[in-house]
């Protein structure tokens, strides 16, 4: 898995390529939202248009990430899944819990007014 991160107007962006399995990206990929969050970053737009796979680990991973982020009174929002991921979400009822957007913009709307 590849993944790049970008801070724009206090929503930090992740966008995953790939496989989102366990492995050493996905470590560094907690630990750099961990930085973020600590410094108070409060929202947070995971973009699954590119990943191709994402076992149970992966699920673990975006959730473990919409808990740190709601944990610090923040928000969590998934950007065009795939509609591989888009089934598992739902097979998982992970649906749920996760908000799902269909481009940067909408997801940006939707974490700033959630948090006021």
Do not use: W
């Not at 962006?13 to 750099?32: N, S």
């Not at 808990?67 to 097979?91: A, C, M, Q, W, Y």
Request: proline residues 2%; negative net charge; hydrophobic residues 45%.
């Amino acid at each position: 898995m590849k993944y790049q991160t970008e801070l724009k107007d206090d929503v930090l962006f992740i966008r995953l390529e790939g496989d989102l399995i366990a492995g050493p990206d996905t470590q560094k990929l907690m630990a750099v939202a961990e930085e973020h969050v600590e410094s108070k970053v409060m929202l947070c737009a995971v973009d699954l248009s590119n990943v191709r796979f994402m076992d149970s680990s992966g699920m673990g991973v975006l959730v473990s990430l919409l808990t740190k982020f709601r944990n610090r009174g923040g928000e969590l929002v998934l950007i065009k899944p795939s509609d591989h991921i888009r089934k598992l979400l739902i097979v998982t009822k992970l649906n749920a819990i996760f908000t799902i957007a269909e481009n940067d913009n909408f997801a940006a709307q939707f974490l700033k007014e959630s948090i006021y």
